[in-house]
């Protein structure tokens, strides 16, 4: 059978192979062999002898696998030296043959890109990306202050049950680390006061730097980073997964708004949950600053309690509190809107996941900023 294939002989000192049967995918290996056979074969034919004959007439059936086993036949030939020809081909081979033959010719030519052209180019795909998540999540403001004005004109419609289980996943969940990290946070801001101030004198200035900053930046700063870490990227990914499962096309299909059923809810606990931890984890915080001055800084509780009386007012934790709920309310509009921009992949789910987080937090050091400017403007 694999003389029938391919067949090589010698006259008069040149090389003629003649193919036949069916060069076809299903005699790959039978056909890989004889075509070494017949390479090593061509280069034991003098070197004279350069012209090599390859008829094709006794071929019935030629698929693309074969065409290019005929092509890489006549390339290695053609490399060794030999000029070798295709000869007696049947006329419905010609077109496979011809195109197989001018196939990976040349590498493509390689275009050194412009380093300022791309660099362009990602600034402005990055410029277009923020200004596509600012619009949805304006959009999601907007459909979300839409549905909360429906709620509040119906308020049998609001999903009560939902909302306590919500409050309780990231309320009162949320309290032992809140607890701990912002206990730890106040235990460090005081002992670094002390480190720096001491060498000056002052140590009790430690306790106004710990009131000031934590009652007006860091308690409901670093609340707000931790409950979106655990909470928002938690409503990225139950949403994400509820896209993926189809189920709010079903909510839709039965007649329900998805944000009113499950976005409200959750951005409603969190509105509630985060004033509440931002006023436990400010306390906890003051509580791990005075443990730190009475046992390592050697301040006595009366005196740290008078100078935090004296060095803190009303407006200083008001400006925290009342950052707290537009913080909350970031968190939850950003989880909503990257958990519906879900598709159909676990791959998505991460990538949106972990984009919830990001543009959360980025976002809410921003809406911190303009609070400080806001109210450094009113006098607060």
Known sequence: MSDRLLD???????????????????RAGELERLVESALRRARGVPADSRRV????????????????????????????????????????????????HTANRSPPARVRPNPIAEALARLGATVVGLVRDLLLIVQMFGELAVVALR????????????????????????????????FLIGCIIAQQGLFHFRRF???TYVVDMVGILVLREIGVLMTAIMVA???????????????????????????????????LPRVAALVIA???????????????????????GGMSPDVFLSRLHDAISLDDFAVGMIKAPF????????????????????????????????????????LDGLFAMFFATIGM
């Open 8 to 26: 090589a002989s010698v006259t008069d000192g040149r090389l003629a192979l003649a193919a036949a049967g069916s060069w076809t995918a299903d």
């Open 53 to 100: 004959e390859i008829r094709m007439g006794g071929v019935e059936r030629l698929d693309t696998f074969g065409a290019w086993l005929l092509e890489r036949l006549v390339r290695s030939l053609d490399a060794s030296g030999r000029e070798a020809a295709v000869v007696d081909l049947p006329a419905r081979y010609r077109t496979l043959v011809d195109v197989v």
């Open 151 to 182: 709620t509040a004109a119906m308020p049998w419609t609001f999903r009560l049950t939902s909302t306590v289980h919500h409050l309780d996943r990231v309320g009162w969940r949320a309290v032992p680390v809140i607890l701990l990290m912002t």
């Open 201 to 203: 004198g002052v140590d």
């Open 229 to 263: 870490g655990r909470s928002g990227s938690a409503y990225t990914a139950e949403l994400g997964a509820m896209r993926m499962r189809e189920e709010t096309d079903a909510l839709r299909t039965m007649g329900f708004d998805p944000l009113e059923i499950l976005v």
């Open 274 to 296: 985060l004033p509440a931890l931002s006023f436990i984890g400010s306390m906890a915080a003051l509580y791990g600053a005075f443990l730190v001055c009475w046992l390592y």
């Open 327 to 366: 913080m909350a309310l970031v968190i939850g509009v950003v989880a909503s809107v990257e958990g519906l921009q879900v598709k159909g992949s676990t791959e998505s789910l991460g990538l949106h996941t972990t984009a919830s987080v990001v543009k959360s937090i980025f976002l809410m050091i921003g």
